[in-house]
């Protein structure tokens, strides 16, 4: 399975942008990119996905290299609210998710 | 619109004994993944089916089973429990095709 690499922890001051970044050089031209987070005692949660393009929604932004071997998460003003792991990963066939080891995010008031 | 719901949301079990757990999916979701996360691993895939056929399985022993009803909802057992066993097992469902997934509160599995 192709593999995603995170930094482990990330830190950010509440209402700036954060950029988390990914790394998925073995990415195949089938595999979409998915973004998920999990909050302290909860299940992970959908942020965002893509398979070239630039993708936004109402969470995030999601920006994909031309290449398609990294990834950047944009959160546009960080609060509180989004101190969780968050997790890259290559999504195949099917709805089987491989998660890594994601990024802490830690958010400063 | 009600969420995936899991049940129970707590377990204690000792080794050698097996368990069943419980996952409803939200309404009209057809496919039911279910992963296990420990400290140690992480989230690891466990199987996922789709309109009551296995279609994807991840590098679980034989021990670790499931099935999905007519109805989505989806059990998974476990037989022949260990104490690694002890983790929170999450359950997961999508429409068929739309990449997002929604996950379960998980139920929180021990094994002593």
């Known amino acids: 399975d192709a593999k995603t690499t995170q930094p482990n922890s990330m830190e950010s001051n509440e209402e700036e942008p954060v950029h988390l970044p990914c790394n998925h050089s073995t990415i195949s031209g089938t595999d979409y990119i998915h973004w998920y987070r999990q909050l302290p005692s909860q299940g992970p949660e959908y942020v965002i996905h893509g398979l070239t393009s630039n993708v936004n929604n109402r969470m995030a932004s999601l920006a994909i290299a031309e290449d398609r071997k990294s990834s950047t998460l944009i959160l546009h003003r960080a609060t509180l609210r989004d101190a969780a792991v968050y997790y890259c990963?290559?999504?195949?066939?099917?709805?089987?998710?491989?998660f890594g080891g994601g990024t802490r995010l830690m958010v400063k008031p | 619109k009600a969420g995936v719901t899991q049940t129970p949301r707590y377990l204690i079990k000792t080794r050698g004994q097996q368990v069943t757990l419980s996952c409803s999916p939200i309404s009209g979701h057809r496919s039911v993944s279910w992963y296990q996360q420990t400290p140690g691993q992480g989230l690891q895939f466990l199987f996922e089916y789709f309109s009551e056929t296995q279609r994807n399985k991840g590098n679980f022993p034989g021990r670790f089973s499931g099935r999905q009803f007519s109805n989505s909802r989806s059990e998974m057992n476990v037989s022949t429990l260990e104490l690694g066993d002890s983790a929170l097992y999450l359950c997961?469902?999508?429409?068929?095709?739309?990449?997002?997934?929604?996950f379960g509160p998980g139920t929180r599995l021990t094994v002593l």
């Open positions: 990963i290559l999504r195949g066939a099917g709805n089987m998710l491989t």
């Open positions: 997961a469902s999508s429409l068929q095709g739309s990449g997002e997934q929604f």
